[in-house]
């Protein structure tokens, strides 16, 4: 890729994403939007990946837009256009997250504030190192959580602690978030690379489409009456049952043996 700000490597189903500004704390300025937006079309094109993990480099995860940036910093003969750049790169990203057609796991292998804490909540599944820390850092310097955090926070930990992280912008540990429902799971630090390989190997393994179904329906449910949940899960069980991992799933039941899925 032409910014080696972001880093794609593609193997046994997996693709996996690094963002890759470890002097930054791999906070965003354009080019590596731009560079990340490269990467998704990578992985959306290649038919072998089945699983997106993306992480940080160094000591953090991303601490969210990088405030030096031109047209992003205060105090130019232009005010900055804060909404623009969300219109442009962070909102298309979550979008594009949630809506990809397959497991996006995040790894939050250090510090992820502003942007970067929500951009991890973006992500379907999220573990964290036990020595990460969540930080809505907006508030310290007059801005809203972005990147989806107004939808995120409240679903995920209730109104009470989403106020609360969004207006005292003070860390949130790992173990808490697991303990909030921010986060999947809370690993312990020597123990975080292999859990994170053992799970994307796994899901790299199992029924994709099912799992891009899940995905798809799970969050639509959220926000959809009964009814509608119903009818989209009548019209998935259908599609479901047609395909080839369903034959094979309830074939290796039958046989006392374990699936070999093909993701279609």
């Known amino acids: 890729m032409a910014d080696d700000s972001i880093v794609l490597s593609i193997e046994a189903g997996i693709a996996r994403i690094t963002l890759n500004r470890p002097n930054k704390l791999n906070s965003f300025n354009a080019a590596m939007h731009e560079a990340l937006a490269e990467a998704l079309d990578t ?11 993306l992480t940080g480099a160094g000591k953090g995860f991303c601490a969210g837009q990088d405030l030096g940036e031109a ?20 909102a298309p990203l979550v979008r594009r997250l949630r809506a ?23 992500c379907d599944l999220v573990l964290a190192k036990r020595s990460a820390k969540f930080i809505e850092a907006f508030s310290k310097i007059g801005l809203i959580p972005d990147t989806g955090g107004t ?12 106020m609360g992280m969004a207006m005292l912008a003070e860390p949130v540990d790992a173990e808490t978030a697991e303990r909030w429902g ?13 859990e994170v390989d053992t799970l994307v190997t796994q899901l790299a393994a199992a029924p994709t489409l099912g799992l891009a179904r899940t995905k798809q329906l799970l969050y639509a449910g959220a926000n959809s009456s009964l009814d509608d949940a119903l ?23 039958s046989e006392k043996r374990a ?5 279609r």
Request: charge should be negative; proline fraction near 5%; hydrophobic fraction near 45%.
């Open 151 to 162: 939808y995120f926070l409240a679903r995920r930990v209730g109104m009470a602690r989403a």
């Open 100 to 122: 990809l057609a397959m497991p996006v796991v995040c790894a939050v292998n250090g510090t992820a504030a502003g942007a970067g804490a929500n951009l991890a909540l973006a």
């Open 231 to 253: 009818d989209a899960e009548r019209d998935a069980m259908t599609e479901l049952g047609q395909s080839q991992d369903y034959d094979e799933g309830v074939t290796a039941f």
């Open 71 to 90: 047209g992003v910093a205060p105090g130019g003969d232009t005010p900055p256009d804060l909404g623009g750049a969300v219109e442009r790169y962070y």
């Open 259 to 263: 699936p070999r899925f093909i993701g």
């Open 182 to 194: 921010l986060i999947w799971r809370c690993v312990d630090d020597d123990a975080f690379e292999a």
């Open 43 to 53: 992985v959306e094109a290649d038919e072998s990946v089945r699983v997106l993990l």
